[in-house]
């Protein structure tokens, strides 16, 4: 007699073997319902964050005029009108840092550093390298256009622009955006805390010896990596023995402890497959399997009696997870922060491909820009779950649509680099 199984439930009471856009819906439903609270960090630590309320602008950027270049702030009405050398009364110095509060008389030139306001009466800057210096004077060689050089006040953002918005990732560009208004700290929203947990018997961890009928725990490591490249902290577990008793006690523990329990293998319909049962009977299932390929029997469910984590289960298969976690988790996880979904790509196939199955694929391929900007993704054939060579060998996952269907070389198709 089998330990457990993991029987197919006639009537489910949740959603069952369902469209890979319905499964998405539900991502995106509990996330929503889920979202994670905010919290303050210093711009130190802000990197990777998703921020939970936009930032309005209190400064105007530039601040005041200044000059982007090293050299002499004048008035153009000044310069010959022929185009010839002009020569001004060198009048006072402007660098960077404390206004000198200086005016430029007609005639005249103030020096002035890249940064350094702009003078009253002055309305252009020469650069230093298109100037003579002649005692007291400066002879303008190469005459700039009117307002040259000049850096107007509010010319990037003025008081009242919302500069970030809700859900943007903070990107070292607008970490800089948000120092530049003075800001110390930002409202972030907290990320969530992850425990992995690989399943199955025939696991030995890297780094120990395999006997027969065992293979290595692969899926660890690149879950922990996947989830990290999210600037997660994900904290690993023991690999779970195929014992229901066993498999309850440590995901109640982390259903206490986690946001999410994240959990590879063990979840379709084998003798030894303890996930499904367990989350029937002491959770609350939200989705299990979506009609994609790979990653079929994916599970998704509240802990109810294990705890108010969620748990995502994903298939066993190596390339399963990987694509699950890319297209659903990350999913998850992003939702739980309220970040923006992502763009998918486009590229247009570089062979021909033909798709003989019913469920939306996530097949892995190469994917690159030719010298034209036209973007190609060549699929690998080796398309089997367990292929970790083609998913290693690859950079992209390629989107092809439920149903069979034939596919021209050239034929346009959404593509998801990892
Ligand atoms: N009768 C059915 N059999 C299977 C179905 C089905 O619907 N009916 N679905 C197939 C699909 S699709 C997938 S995907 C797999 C998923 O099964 P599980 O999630 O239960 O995963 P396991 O059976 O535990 O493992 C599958 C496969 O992956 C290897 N594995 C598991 N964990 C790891 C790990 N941490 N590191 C490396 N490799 C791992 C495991 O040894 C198996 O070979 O089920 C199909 N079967
Ligand atoms: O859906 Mo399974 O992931 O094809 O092998």
Same mark, same amino acid.
């Given at each position: 007699?089998?330990?457990? %199984? ?15 856009? $319905? ?16 919290? %303050?960090? @210093? ?37 010959? *009108?022929?185009? @010839? =050398? ?18 430029? $008389? ?6 002035? %550093? ?13 650069? &230093? ?15 700039? &256009? ?6 107007? /006040? ?54 120990? *010896? ?19 490249? $999210?600037?997660?902290? =994900? ?57 994609? &390929? ?60 033909? &798709? ?45 649509? /439920? ?16």
């Amino acid at each position: 007699m089998p330990a457990s %199984t993991a029987t197919e439930p006639q009537a489910p009471g949740f959603p069952f073997r369902i469209a890979f856009e $319905e499964a998405v819906g539900i991502v995106d439903a509990v996330a929503a319902e889920r979202r994670l609270q905010p919290q %303050t960090v @210093s711009l130190s630590r802000a990197h990777g964050h998703i921020l939970a309320r936009d930032v309005v602008a209190t400064l105007a950027q530039p601040p005041f005029d200044n000059s982007a270049m090293d050299g002499f702030a004048f008035r153009h009405a000044d310069l010959a *009108a022929d185009g @010839s =050398p002009t020569r001004l009364v060198l009048s006072g110095e402007q660098f960077a840092g404390p206004d000198a509060a200086l005016t430029v $008389e007609a005639g005249h030139c103030v020096r002035i %550093t890249t940064g350094a306001p702009l003078p009253a009466g002055a309305d252009t800057v020469v650069m &230093k390298e298109n100037t003579t210096l002649d005692g007291d004077s400066v002879v303008v060689q190469v005459a700039p &256009k009117p307002g040259q050089h000049v850096r107007r /006040a509010g010319e990037d953002s003025n008081i009242g622009d919302v500069l970030l918005r809700a859900g943007d990732l903070l990107t070292p560009a607008r970490i800089g955006l948000a120092a530049s208004q003075g800001l110390a700290q930002l409202d972030v929203v907290r990320k969530p805390t992850v425990a992995v947990f690989a399943t199955g018997d025939e696991l030995v961890e890297p780094g120990t *010896a395999l006997g027969p009928g065992q293979i290595y725990n692969s899926n660890r490591d690149q879950l922990m990596a996947l989830l990290r490249a $999210e600037g997660l902290e =994900p904290v690993a577990f023991p690999t779970l023995p195929d014992d229901a008793a066993q498999v309850t006690s440590a995901l109640r523990h982390a259903g206490e402890a986690f946001d999410l329990v994240l959990t590879c293998g063990g979840v379709s319909a084998g003798e030894k497959d303890l996930l499904p049962e367990l989350l029937q009977r002491r959770g609350r299932v939200r989705m299990w399997k979506v009609m994609m &390929k790979p990653g079929m029997p994916l599970l998704l469910a509240e802990g109810d009696t294990l705890g108010p984590a969620l748990f995502l289960c994903l298939p066993g298969n190596p390339v399963s997870v990987l694509a699950t976690w890319l297209v659903l988790g990350r999913r998850l996880v992003d939702g739980l922060q309220g970040r923006q979904p992502r763009p998918l790509r486009r590229a247009r196939l570089a062979s021909d491909w033909g &798709k003989k199955h019913e469920r939306l694929e996530f097949l892995r391929g190469r994917w690159w820009i030719d010298e034209t900007g036209i973007s190609w993704v060549e699929p690998n054939p080796a398309d089997g779950s367990h292929r970790m060579q083609a998913a290693a060998d690859s950079d992209a996952l390629i989107v092809l649509a /439920a149903g069979p269907r034939d596919y021209a070389v050239g034929t346009p198709v959404d593509v998801l680099p990892y």
